[in-house]
């Protein structure tokens, strides 16, 4: 078996999930994860909601550039892995700012999208921050109920609009006086950010802290 594992590291070298570069351990080079560093004044979203139901929002990178593609891989080209280096970054956010919570959800995707694309991105990336930091991933618990227009294609109050009374909650009880942290891939107005939180507020959630891999640009 030990003979196995090392042609497999010939072979199929572990690689970073951001750059490329070749790298002996962990799944994103030490050099991406510094990226936050970076883009440390940025790292705290501009709110960009009339009505905030979410206390705080993180998101830890541009949506641009080898950044921007790596993400619509991830998304649309089936490269799933690279939401491991996704969550790495993530954990290296949080514990930047000392976030912590009870537990954690992923914003939800409607079953149409989930067919289309094979996964929920936010939940590959919320399960495997679970892993790295021991806080509790709840499933089942936010859902999408309806289908809606995908939100890149929409202005901000478009955006706005286009996410209300999509999502609702089951096991209510899991989330009562409970400090939440949701995650999602990327953020742009915060709508669909600020929807989710709504419902988990109204259902009795004590804090949500909503955080993403990425930030990018309103449409005008």
């Not at 619509?72 to 939401?83: P, S, T």
């Amino acid at each position: 078996m030990k003979i196995l594992k090392e042609i497999i590291k010939i072979f199929y070298p572990k690689t970073c999930g951001i750059c490329g570069q070749k790298i002996n351990e962990r799944y994103t080079c030490r050099k991406c994860l510094n990226i936050i560093e970076y883009y440390q004044e940025m790292a705290i979203t501009p709110e960009s909601v009339d009505e905030k139901y979410y206390d705080r929002l993180f998101s830890a990178l541009p949506y641009k550039g080898n950044l921007k593609s790596r993400m619509l891989q991830y998304k649309f080209h089936g490269a799933k892995y690279i939401g491991v280096s996704f969550a790495e970054i993530l954990v290296e956010l949080m514990k930047k700012y000392s976030i912590n919570a009870d537990i954690m959800l992923a914003v939800p995707i409607s079953k149409a999208r989930l067919r289309e694309r094979g996964y929920n991105q936010s939940l590959v990336i919320v399960k495997k921050v679970s892993e790295f930091t021991k806080i509790k991933y709840q499933g089942n618990i936010l859902i999408k109920t309806k289908e809606n227009l995908r939100q890149s294609e929409l202005t901000l109050q478009e955006r706005k609009h286009n996410v209300k009374n999509v999502y609702s909650i089951k096991n209510i009880e899991e989330i009562k006086n409970k400090k939440i942290i949701l995650i999602d891939d990327i953020v742009t107005t915060g709508a669909t950010l600020n929807e989710c939180a709504k419902i988990l507020k109204q259902n009795g959630a004590f804090e949500v802290i909503a955080i993403t891999v990425m930030y990018a640009k309103t449409k005008e």
